[in-house]
């Protein structure tokens, strides 16, 4: 065979066995020994050298086209919709796409080759950091991380806004809401739907925001009941025995950290295809995506035992999750709270006059006013009890009157005394020395 033969490296190690064979130097036997092959495989390879040469020894498919090739119709098709439809996602979130939504299956793999090849990707270098791995907790609802991401989640499409994000530490299962401010409330509102689904958790760790955590100092009533000083988010988690642990770095709660970046890129543009725009739309949309995430998503915990406790039966969650202040009872048996009265209504073991009760406001907006444990039968006055008219009656303009030129308020003030100069007063005190006091002395 003429011109140049491109073999292997393994090819070029049967050459030289095979070449002795054939003069008869050393037996099949042995050469399939040294080729590292069968001796049915040395009997087919000698066959191949004393038919076709050195050639011979070339497997038949070298510089043949791979039956399991991609059709390049097809790949350029692929690439196109990347750079239409999915421009900066990635390859991964691309493939997963392209397949549900266009029908074009592809590994993402395969798929990030094409695009570093074709220039539409590029490669991140990340610069590898040593940190100490924490271990996850070993059992389901052992503990939760909580934390709000702002962000242009709706991108050009809406103004930036919160996402609360709470994360099982176990499995990394993760449960989410929008709101414009990460609030009392928006806090409040996901850990009641996390409380409703799966249970009561053990502990959650927050970061030290005022929602979560305070530094003042306690009260009168914390300090005899001795209880720490809580927000009114820190309330809610006492009466569910809810232990609050702080987090003093973003690296301590990383496992909600990094669930923010999977969201800020997977979720913002699942919302894109989706077209929404708005919060309210969004909160509709996030808890079927929040369970397709969590199913591809979410590990097995170590431990098969779920440490969530039951919701009391006889437990209002709406008593639990509230805005709770302290109030006194007035002499008329009303109570004022945010430019609000109430009325409390004569009935059995009616509290007295400024006594102190608590007032606790709903999340539907509605007061609820507790005395020992016991809820108060009230009413909401319709305005404020109107205030006496202490107004002073209205006054006549009063005229100027310019005084006249000659008017004594006009003249120069003049002193009655005359001035003396200090230079005579040694004389001026012996003549009034020998004018009054010379009687006195006899003289």
Known sequence: MEGRIRMSSRERQCLGPLKRVVGNEISLATAAQQMDVSYRQAG???????????????????????????????????LELVRTKYADFGPTLASEKLAERDGKVVNPETLRRWLIASGDWQPCKRKAKHRNRRNRKPSFGELLQMDGSVHAWFEERGSPCFLMNLVDDATSSAQALFSEQETTWAAMDLLEQWVRRYGIPVALYVDRKSVYVTDREQTPAEQLAAMPALTQFGKACHKLGIRIIEAHSPQAKGRVERKHAVFQDRLIKEMRLEGLSAIETANRFVPGWIDRNNEQFAVSPKSEIDL?????????????FCLEDERSISMDYCIRIKKQWIQVISQKDLPLPRTKVLVQTWRDGSLHILHQGRELACKLLDKAPEKLDTAKPEVGVRQVTIPAPEHPWRKPCKPDVDWVDPRQLPALVNELAETYMGPVLGR
């Open 308 to 320: 969530h406790r039951p919701v009391p039966k006889d437990l209002d969650l709406r008593s639990v």
């Open 44 to 78: 087919r390879l000698l066959k191949r050298y004393r038919e076709e040469g050195d050639a011979g020894l070339v497997h038949r498919a070298c510089g043949k086209p791979s039956p399991r090739l991609i059709d390049k119709n097809f790949k350029e098709t692929v």
